[in-house]
């Protein structure tokens, strides 16, 4: 009776032994195909460098293993938004236009999980990256496909790589501090340098070829050496800053304001004569004087604007040097005053 018990414990033992079996390779084969598309990832996520590139990377990985018609990265602080769709013609625009109404409306509060929206499932997952306390930094990240929602499989998919991607954008962000770090005045926040040297060529040869004019203001400001040297350096950086706002608030997007370093700003006004452009000027000289700000010696801070309208027989170094003897004119004439000069 034990024999016959014993035998049959090891007739079945045999087939128990070769199911538990066949599971776990299945799960080592299982581990090992996640692990070549985790390296996958990995390698198309280090060929891009910035956020556009990096969801783009991910959403052609993804394609193959969660279909969708599109992906949507926008951060909390709607500074950055980058949308990838793979559709087409008008299934692409409702796409786009779902992805933007559904980032307005919802607002990022679908948080891993699964709704309709129109013809679409929508999906979405918050992403903290480079520290909580940065808005620019937090983000979400958006799944849309048409006809069918997101099974629980391809969710826990998407979470695993979610994990992987948000290390890649957090590079994607440093990089694109630090590059827009090398492009600002830190002070003010006005394009510096480099940018006017990097756009200035390309809005030259714009005018050239459409035959548009364009005009330059270099602008100097008057008594910031007294406000520095009797306030004080504070005072002086406080000024810059009240100016630099000052300013940008009359200009246009098209317009490039820029700070060239110490009290000394160049305004680039494409598709504009000097008429128009001195109209400007003298608005801008009148919002300076109304800041109301004092030397300390009784001098009071302006700005003094020269006017040069290009024209294709000069090049940018002697269109630039004009400006800056016209501007040299307003500041003999008396300061906190518009030159033109005489065509």
Known sequence: MNTAISLSDRELAGPMNLNHLMVELDRYRRQSEWLKQVNELHARLAGATDLQGMIEAFSVWLMPLVEHD???????????????CSCHGPDRRLAMQTAEEVFEKVDCQLDDTCCAWG??????????????????????????????SIEEEESHILRDALDILGESLQRALMYEDLFAQARRDMLTGLD????FEERVGSMLETARRHDRPITVASMDLDHFKQ???????????DALRM???A????????????????????????????EPARLLAERLCTAIDGLDLNAGDGSKLGV???????????????????????????????RSRVCVEEV
């Not at 499932?121 to 979400?140: E, H, P, T, Y």
């Not at 406000?227 to 950086?237: C, E, F, Q, V």
């Open 70 to 84: 599109l992906i949507a990265y926008r951060s909390l602080d709607r500074s950055r938004m980058h949308i990838i």
């Open 119 to 148: 013809p679409f499932f929508v999906q979405q997952w918050r992403m903290s990256l480079a520290g909580d306390s940065v808005a620019a930094n937090k983000g979400c990240l958006m799944l849309l496909r048409r006809g069918t």
């Open 192 to 195: 510096n340098r480099r940018v």
């Open 227 to 237: 406000i520095n040297d009797n306030l004080g350096h504070a005072a002086g950086d």
């Open 243 to 245: 100016v630099a706002k």
């Open 247 to 274: 300013l940008t608030a009359m200009v246009r997007s098209s317009d490039l304001l820029v700070r060239m370093g110490g009290d000394e700003f160049v305004l680039v006004l494409p598709d504009t004569s000097l």
């Open 304 to 334: 003094s604007i020269g006017l040069v309208q290009w024209n294709p027989e000069m090049s940018k170094d002697e269109w630039l040097q004009r400006a800056d003897e016209v501007l040299y004119q307003a500041k003999k004439a008396g």
